[in-house]
């Protein structure tokens, strides 16, 4: 099977992917691989003739590793979506397709016969290009993709017009990073019909909405960590078979995906409580990051937070937070003192404007922990 990289910078019109995609879905063509990064190499042979697709992963932690995609994933990934939203419809296109959210947009408008809309990618987001995209969709039944940092910016002070054409969408998937409750308050308030959605590239994107998993798709809690199977998953990382031995394994006559998600299923329902390597040890003392940001986010003038652990001589691990609002960082860390104890308090607070981002909108965790360590010194 063939590989066929195909550059998708930002100005690039993201509709030229969908003849080459249409073609490798049928099997009539070769598969994509869409990058942003001219100097992006795809080294490794494809592991069966079934892949699809080729896409990285956002690499927000770490080094972006290339995930094969199969027919059948992809398809059981659109038909579980459209099960769980119960319709098909015309979706606008907010995200680059070089990642996992905006290439599903393409993926699903291609099996459901509709042409997606997109924004103009090459621009930074904004509630007036996005309010002018989505009056541009056609079809009574509409979705769109969303990270909550987008999501943010739109309800920001909202224009009557956004607000209009948020609430025309049958369904906006949000996911990409956690969504605070002030966030989705705020949604709920307007009348917007809000899906939480969790997945990763390794299962071609979102598998669990609103805590439900996606048909077919089962979950596992071992030790905390969460664990899924089922058809969505990918074949395993490009040129990596070690690495897709040690995170795609078999038990029990199934293929299980190792993620690195701590979580808890009650029910069938997931509830996630942070990474696995969310917990900071601090002075000898576990500390949450996911629950420092959540307390910080629930203090008045703070928008958006992200905890980190920097390294420390004194205490080993330090905790540091970045703060989006206008807020005094003293009274913030007195409220997660207050809220979870004094270990808890970050010792770094630094106030932003808005959060470093990658292309695919989520928190560029690496420069903020730059950041973070800038400050330290």
């Excluded at 079934?50 to 932690?61: D, F, H, N």
């Excluded at 058809?231 to 995170?247: M, T």
């Excluded at 005094?328 to 308090?345: F, I």
Aim: hydrophobic share 45%; proline share 7%; with cysteine.
């Amino acid at each position: 099977m063939e590989l066929l990289p195909i550059h998708t910078p930002p100005e690039a019109d993201p509709h030229a992917l969908l003849t080459p995609l249409a073609a490798a879905l049928a099997g009539e063509g070769p598969a994509v691989a869409p990058h942003a990064d001219p100097d992006q190499r795809f080294d490794g042979e494809l592991s069966n003739d079934e892949i699809a697709a080729v896409l990285s992963t956002s690499g927000s932690t770490g080094v972006p590793k290339q995930t094969m995609l199969s027919v059948d994933a992809l398809a059981a990934s659109a038909m579980g979506t459209a099960l769980a939203l119960k319709a098909e419809g015309q979706w606008l296109l907010t995200l680059p397709v070089h990642y996992v959210a905006g290439f599903q947009v393409l993926v699903r408008s291609l099996y459901a016969g509709t042409r997606p809309w997109a924004m103009d990618l090459s621009a930074p987001f904004s509630a007036e290009a996005f309010t002018a995209a989505a009056g541009e969709l056609t079809d009574k039944v509409r979705f769109t993709s969303l990270v909550p940092t987008q999501l943010h910016r739109l309800l920001q002070d909202p224009r009557p017009e956004t607000l209009q054409v948020l609430r025309r969408f049958n369904a906006i998937l949000l996911g990409g990073a956690p969504a605070s409750e002030t966030l989705r308050s705020e949604a709920r308030k307007h009348g917007l019909n809000l899906v939480l959605t969790y997945g990763m590239s390794e299962t071609c994107g979102g598998c669990v909405y609103d805590g439900v998993p996606l048909e077919g798709v089962d979950l596992l809690s071992e030790d905390g960590r969460l664990w899924i199977s089922g058809p969505v998953l990918a074949d395993g990382y490009l040129g990596q078979p070690e690495l897709s031995a040690d995170r795609f394994q078999f038990n029990s006559g199934r293929r299980w995906f190792r993620t690195d998600d701590a979580g808890a299923i009650t029910d069938g329902v997931l509830s996630l409580t942070g990474r696995v390597d969310d917990v900071l040890v601090t002075g000898g003392l576990k500390v949450s990051a996911g629950a420092v940001a959540s307390a910080i986010e629930g203090f008045p003038g703070v928008q958006e937070a992200l905890v980190l652990g920097i390294e420390s001589a004194e205490w080993g691990t330090e905790v540091a937070a970045v703060v989006v609002g206008h807020v005094n960082p003293d009274e913030v860390r007195q409220h997660a003192k207050t809220a979870l104890g004094p270990h808890a308090a970050p010792r770094i607070i630094l106030t932003l404007g808005s959060l470093p981002l990658l292309p695919n909108g989520k928190p560029d965790r690496l420069a903020v922990r730059a950041l973070l360590e800038r400050a330290s010194a």
